[in-house]
């Protein structure tokens, strides 16, 4: 089975300050990550996933995450927060195990709302 | 084209009726799938299709039922809804169903039970 946590349910941030936004993950084989934003009344963007290779990945919008197979973790992170990066921000994961059309589909975690202050 | 697009935008229905929800992309994808998320929770999926076959459902209830035409769109037939199925209907595209693949999300339908 696969799981996510984000331990918060809001991080407010000053415009301009660097911001995390923090996720955990539990898999019984490898993990595919991702990190996903959404605005009001919208749909899902796609911001950014760890497949494998370097454990920094850097996405749209600036946003990028750094993968931590030790922790078991995949934190979002941004050098300088902007005022429209404010919205629900969702972590997910799928494993490895899940091959083409098995068992487990996208899991998401809770979610994240992110206030970013000017 | 990197859109994934829902009809309609909002549905209100009663109890009693039937409607269909319809999803759409033309990114040449061979995978697409139905969530749902209510307030302020995350999405859960519902179907996955995998080259036009129902790959995955997740013990959703028989009053919904998906339906993919053809390989560019999703449709989701409802029937004999209840209040507690008012939520975002989300639907999403992939390169394929392998685990690797991002999805690419539709705004979504916000469907309203009555």
């Known amino acids: 089975a696969q799981s996510v946590a984000q331990p918060e349910d809001q991080v407010n941030v000053a415009e301009g300050n660097p911001l995390t936004v923090k996720c955990t993950y539990s898999v019984s084989g490898n993990p595919y990550l991702f990190w996903y934003v959404q605005y009001p009344n919208r749909g899902l963007q796609f911001l950014l996933k760890?497949?494998?290779?370097?454990?920094l990945v850097k996405g749209s919008y600036g946003f990028e995450a750094e993968f931590n197979k030790s922790q078991t973790s995949f934190h979002l992170k941004k050098p300088s927060a902007l005022v429209s990066d404010s919205a629900l921000y969702f972590c997910?994961?799928?494993?490895?195990?899940?091959?083409?059309?098995?068992?487990?589909?996208?899991?998401f975690g809770k979610g994240t709302h992110l206030i970013i202050q000017p | 084209d990197t859109e994934v697009t829902q009809t309609p935008k909002h549905l209100v229905m009663g109890m009693t009726n039937k409607k269909s929800l319809k999803c759409e992309q033309h990114?040449?994808?061979?995978?697409m799938y139905w969530y749902k998320q209510k307030a302020k929770k995350p999405p859960e999926l519902m179907f996955v299709?995998?080259?036009?076959?129902?790959?995955i459902n997740e013990s959703v209830p028989s009053r919904f039922s998906p339906e993919c035409p053809n390989s560019s769109l999703l449709n989701l037939h409802l029937h004999a809804l209840q209040p507690e199925d008012s939520a975002l209907y989300l639907c999403a595209s992939s390169q394929d169903s392998f685990p690797d693949n991002e999805q690419f999300f539709g705004p979504g339908t916000r469907l309203t039970v009555l």
């Open positions: 990114m040449g994808h061979r995978a």
């Open positions: 760890y497949i494998t290779g370097d454990n």
């Open positions: 997910a994961v799928r494993d490895s195990h899940s091959l083409g059309g098995g068992a487990d589909g996208l899991t």
């Open positions: 299709y995998s080259y036009e076959k129902l790959s």
